[in-house]
């Protein structure tokens, strides 16, 4: 069984491989996939997982081993802005960055979010979706911008903002991580399965 991840983000790549802690063997592909518009996370995530499986069909027609392929989608729920961007907040980042969505937000008198990860998974025949979420606030920009809008983004209870911290420190309390956690779990008893 070959399992993929679709992702051309070199950040998320960084971080998926440190969470799969050689558990897992993921090969990492990079398509462009169409995203339908939806503010449902879930909803977009499973359509983008079928996609992109088709799309990996096409390209492995000569490959007879069963294909699971996994895709990701983040989304940042900003309270004050009735839960906007959602999963629109990559393009929000786009056009205004974080120092923008921070400049915005602090109009308000409530800077409440909450971070959404959802990896969706499809093998042709069934989708499975994992979600993690993390409440925060929306504060002004601290540490490196490289990771999207992480140095906004200060999680309930801690000081500092997810670009502030360390891996160690950001992967107990990320979305993503807990999210992760829910598919490898998954993963590993299907591959036990398929394997016995």
Request: charged fraction near 30%; charge should be neutral; aromatic fraction near 12%.
């Amino acid at each position: 069984m070959d399992l993929y991840l679709v992702t051309g983000n070199k950040n998320k790549k960084m971080e998926i491989e440190r969470m799969m802690n050689n558990e897992l063997k993921i090969e990492f592909v990079d398509f462009d996939l169409i995203e339908i518009q939806s503010d449902n996370i879930i909803e977009i995530n499973e359509h983008k997982v079928k996609n992109a499986f088709e799309m990996l069909n096409e390209k492995n027609s000569q490959n007879n081993k069963k294909q699971i392929v996994i895709t990701e989608d983040t989304g940042l729920y900003i309270d004050c802005l009735n839960f906007f961007p959602g999963p629109f907040i990559k393009w929000m980042q786009k056009a205004i960055g974080s120092k923008g969505i921070y400049e915005i937000v602090s109009k308000f008198n409530d800077n409440k979010c909450h971070a959404i990860c959802v990896y969706s998974i499809y093998d042709g025949e069934n989708v499975h979706s994992f979600k993690g979420v993390t409440h925060g606030k929306i504060v002004e920009p601290r540490g490196s911008d490289k990771f999207s809008w992480d140095n906004i983004f200060l999680p309930n209870e801690f000081k500092k903002t997810f670009a502030e911290m360390t891996f160690c420190e950001k992967k107990e309390i990320s979305p993503r991580f807990k999210a992760f956690v829910q598919l490898k779990e998954f993963l590993l008893k299907e591959l036990n399965k398929y394997n016995t």
